[in-house]
């Protein structure tokens, strides 16, 4: 079991940034992959950015360039860095943990931090 805890969302101005914290209860270096993943009213969860456990990062298109997803694993802890803030990035961000381990899958999820982007 692995419990991740989200902080740093908020409240910003269009262009602003923020950074949210992801803090895991676990080694994350035994973990394949962190995500972050956000959500809106009456939308599906989307994938922001995921981060390997060898390194490699992935972003969608809607936040390539802004956001930056980073990991300490000192910390076992995730970062999602996001600059030039838009309206329409506001949604509740989640934190992802993405395992396997003997052929089977394991997704743990955080509690969600609200972000608001003001215009």
């Known amino acids: 079991q692995v419990q991740l805890v989200e902080s740093g969302g908020g409240l910003v101005q269009a262009g602003g940034s923020l950074r949210l914290s992801c803090a895991a209860s676990?080694?994350?270096?035994?973990?394949?992959?962190m995500n972050w993943y956000r959500q809106t009213p009456g939308k599906q969860r989307e994938l922001v950015a995921a981060?390997?456990?060898?390194?490699?990062?992935n972003y969608a298109d809607s936040v390539k360039e802004r956001f930056t997803i980073s990991r300490d694993n000192a910390k076992n802890t995730v970062y999602l860095q996001m600059n030039s803030l838009k309206p329409e990035d506001t949604a509740v961000y989640f934190c992802?943990?993405?395992?396997?381990?003997?052929?089977?899958?394991?997704?743990?999820w955080g509690q969600g931090t609200q972000v608001t982007v003001s215009s």
């Open positions: 992802n943990a993405h395992r396997s381990r003997d052929g089977l899958i394991f997704d743990y």
């Open positions: 676990a080694n994350i270096n035994l973990i394949n992959a």
């Open positions: 981060v390997t456990r060898g390194g490699s990062t």
